[in-house]
């Protein structure tokens, strides 16, 4: 099994930036697959960004160029650098996993943009 801790949400203003981090309860190296989803109000959850142990790495075509995904072995996090921040952006981030053919969510982080 995987336990997945979310932190680092909040409220910051257009143009910003947040760094979200995504605790894993066991080595991430042996976790294929790691994602951040969202889901703004009203709305179904989206993929944002993904990343495998392999190095394969995909994003929404809303956050190309302004999120990064990131892999920290180390601590065993996935990360989510967030830059340019916007309205649209405002969602429930979720972690996610895909480790030995089950999926795993974390409990999800709230992230709003406004001024």
């Known amino acids: 099994q995987v336990q997945l801790v979310e932190s680092g949400g909040g409220l910051v203003q257009p143009g910003g930036s947040l760094r979200l981090s995504c605790a894993a309860s066991?080595?991430?190296?042996?976790?294929?697959?790691l994602a951040w989803y969202r889901q703004p109000p009203g709305k179904q959850r989206e993929l944002v960004a993904s990343?495998?142990?392999?190095?394969?790495?995909t994003y929404a075509d809303s956050v190309k160029g302004r999120f990064t995904i990131s892999r920290n072995n180390a601590e065993n996090t996935s990360d989510l650098q967030m830059n340019s921040l916007n309205s649209e952006d405002t969602a429930i981030y979720y972690c996610?996993?895909?480790?030995?053919?089950?999926?795993?969510w974390g409990q999800g982080t709230q992230v709003t943009v406004s001024s």
């Open positions: 066991r080595s991430i190296v042996s976790i294929f697959r």
């Open positions: 996610n996993a895909h480790y030995n053919g089950k999926i795993y």
């Open positions: 990343n495998t142990n392999g190095g394969l790495t």
